[in-house]
């Protein structure tokens, strides 16, 4: 445990005075000590122990003093933020990476179908954009015909689609009197 007889102001053999100093120092290094059993901080990616003995947390770019400070560093909300940043980019990064197809199928036989397939080709689309009017109400509809002159089989697959506001786009100047159509 804790060498106690050597303090000032105590009796040989007796337990000592610790002081609030003491007492701080011995309550971290048990702290400390606990950590490092729980965490291998030689297994940790971001850790980088420099040339001047401090530590580095290469996520983040902190210094640290020693091993219990980037340990609690690790607990923190820059840290933990920092994780959740990277998660989301490597995410992003998988999602982009996996989903090269253009096209969502219809069905579920044809989608695990699709799985097993190389990247499906399209060549380049092409579209066709009519008004007319419904013969029930008289509304106004508009009808989007797109072309892919590469696909083999269109019937059992249909485009990834949707609808964005105005708001939403930042490549014009909102307009409220607008909406887009992503294909």
Do not use: W
């Not at 290094?29 to 965490?39: F, S």
């Not at 197809?101 to 080709?121: Q, Y």
């Not at 092409?126 to 508009?142: D, F, I, Q, T, W």
């Amino acid at each position: 445990m804790v060498d106690r007889q050597n303090r000032v102001g105590s009796k040989f053999g007796g337990g000592g005075v610790s002081s609030a100093q003491q007492a701080e120092r011995e309550r971290k290094d048990r702290l400390r000590e606990l950590a490092l059993e729980t965490i291998d901080l030689a297994k940790d990616p971001y850790l980088m122990r420099n040339h001047l003995g401090t530590y580095e947390c290469k996520l983040c770019l902190t210094l640290h003093t020693n091993e219990a400070n980037y340990l609690a560093h690790t607990q923190g909300k820059k840290h933990q933020a920092g994780l959740a940043r990277r998660a989301a980019m490597e995410a992003k990064l998988a999602r982009k990476e996996g989903e090269t197809d253009v096209m969502m199928p219809l069905t579920m036989a044809a989608s695990k179908a699709g799985n097993m397939e190389a990247k499906i080709r399209i060549g380049r689309p092409g579209y066709e954009v009519s008004k007319s009017r419904c013969p029930e109400n008289n509304a106004r509809c508009l009808t989007f015909e797109l072309h892919y002159p590469e696909l083999d089989d269109a019937r059992n697959r249909q485009p990834r689609h949707r609808f964005m506001s105005a708001y939403e786009q930042r490549v014009e100047a909102p307009d409220k009197n607008y909406q887009y159509l992503l294909v």
